[in-house]
């Protein structure tokens, strides 16, 4: 059985950093895609970034590009998206996924598994 268990959250103030991380086991991710979710209270849950396992082809959302940085760890069977310049809009719950089927998607529903999330709370 996949799990996928994120770690990382916090509260910090605008300006600063926080990493997330996303370790996922029950079967092998060769040939999956990894990405980062975020909802926050009232609104839907919303895209971040993804990166293909095998290649580590990358995409970001338009709102988090040039701050945000998704990266695997093979040998750890580890995601992390590193988070700068936080801005209090970028206040939610993360989600790690998982997407066994092949293509691209940043569609919600088209990821396979999910953690429980972790908060990430930015103040001003």
């Known amino acids: 059985q996949v799990q996928l268990v994120e770690s990382g959250g916090g509260l910090v103030q605008a300006g600063g950093s926080l990493r997330l991380s996303c370790v996922a086991s029950?079967?092998?991710?060769?040939?999956?895609?990894m990405g980062w979710f975020r909802q926050a209270p009232g609104k839907e849950r919303e895209f971040v970034a993804t990166i293909r396992w095998s290649s580590g082809s990358t995409a970001y959302a338009d709102s988090v590009k040039g701050r945000f940085t998704i990266s695997r760890d093979s040998a750890k069977n580890t995601v992390y998206l590193q988070m700068n310049s936080l801005k209090p809009e970028d206040t939610a719950v993360y989600y790690c996924?998982?997407?066994?089927?092949?293509?691209?998607?940043?569609?919600?529903?088209?990821?396979?598994?999910w953690g429980q999330g972790t908060q990430v709370t930015v103040s001003s």
């Open positions: 029950g079967r092998t991710f060769s040939s999956a895609t």
């Open positions: 996924a998982v997407r066994l089927g092949l293509g691209v998607s940043r569609d919600p529903p088209t990821f396979d598994y």
